[in-house]
């Protein structure tokens, strides 16, 4: 009787991620950064290298690809995960690869006067998401991974699930977004309707609900508020099934309306959350309220903020307007 082969290296670094419940985007990171040094290293098998050859590898990211601190510690995780979970060793000279130094950039605020141009430019569903990002202070993918169930109409709250650090939080539903947000809704189970009706309409759900709840993956209230134009197949299960919206599509419409209302800063998706943070601090708001919105684990976080407004040391007057 033939014996079945173990799998492959790169099929069980996935499998480790898959078992502790860490996203696609993770896995497809993590893999492609185990790739690339595994060719670095001529082939060889991570087996045979440790620390040495992790910091050869990090030393040419730096010296010859000139990629980016962040970049460079996500390399980091990437192979001390593979070391520590799939290949299982525990060596203090794997802990002691050092971090990249991270030096903090201040963030790119838009002002309510450029984000009203940004808007303007922008039209249906793209504008309410931008709307969104701007006046309630979630990342992108934060917005895009919204369930129906989520949005809290009566409350005017939005629930965040599993954001950023696997926390949960809430923020703020703009009264200006209700009745838009609703009709938008209205189009999206007319849309999950047909998908029913054509034997699809599920839905990923989080961890094992999907197997304890045979039925909840084709419930409304599990739908994403913005799901893809056309249904797909998942990568890891091999369903067809329509998942939420991609990011890039949001990505390129506010690139667009930068270029179109010629605002010249280096912006995206993301600043619109920066410019949240630091008009809620400008109209008085607590920054322990800030922090908790924007679901910060530590206020040193949110104190970056303070450094754009108006006031404080950089508010100082210049003595040439005295």
Known sequence: MATSQPPRFLDQVRNEIKLRGMSYRTEQTYVNWTKRYIHFHNLRHPREMGAPEIEEFLTHLVNV???SPSSRNQCRAALLFVYQHVINV???ALDAVPFAKNEPRQPTVFTKEEIDRIL???????????????????RLSELLRLRVKDIDFERNEINVMAGKGNKDRKTMLPQKLKQALRDHLVIVKKAHEVDLLEGYGMVELPFALARKYTEADKEWKW?????????SCDPRSGVYRRHHLDPSSLQKAVKTALRKAAVDKHGSCHTFRHSFATHLLEANYDIRTVQELLGHSDVSTTMIYTHVL???GLGVRSPLDA
């Open 65 to 67: 690809d000139n990629l």
């Open 310 to 312: 108006n006031r404080g």
């Open 120 to 138: 303007a430019q922008m039209e249906g569903r793209n504008r309410m998401m931008a709307e969104l990002l701007w006046g309630t202070g979630l």
């Open 223 to 231: 739908q994403y508020v913005f799901p893809a134009p056309k249904r």
């Open 90 to 92: 525990e060596s203090p």
